[in-house]
């Protein structure tokens, strides 16, 4: 299994969901109604199937408003700051998050894909 079907599978099963309502694009909050105890779940879920070390901080997108907020403090470049403290995502899914901040939590399935990736891969 590649690491989207791995990860449909987790989350089909920690939020008792079919797996055809998953896609990269899904948001895990907003659309898939995760809550905090989920996630842990999630994060024990994702150690222990890929065999990485989980940062639920980092995965989970926890400090992004903290960051946006210190950039804008320090008179950083947001983009280049969310790219210095979050490496795994792309430029253009950092430029995505922030147009999507007022939507709500934007957590999708291609970030915990682009997480466990870059943890295989020992960045």
Do not use: C, H
């Not at 896609?23 to 905090?36: D, N, V």
């Not at 253009?92 to 970030?111: A, N, Q, S």
């Amino acid at each position: 299994m590649d690491i989207l079907e791995e990860i449909t599978k987790i989350l089909s099963d920690i939020l008792d969901i079919d797996d055809r309502n998953i896609s990269p694009e899904t948001y895990l909050i907003r659309e898939l109604g995760a809550e905090s105890i989920d996630l842990l779940e999630l994060a024990v879920a994702l150690n222990s199937r890929f065999k990485i070390d989980v940062n639920d901080d980092e995965i989970f997108l926890r400090k992004l408003r903290q960051y946006i907020t210190k950039a804008g403090q320090q008179n950083k470049d947001i983009l280049q700051y969310l790219a210095e403290k979050i490496p795994f995502l792309t430029r253009k899914r950092l430029e995505d998050i922030i147009t999507d901040l007022e939507g709500g939590p934007t957590l999708k399935v291609k970030d915990l894909m682009a997480y466990v990736e870059m943890q295989r891969n020992g960045n």
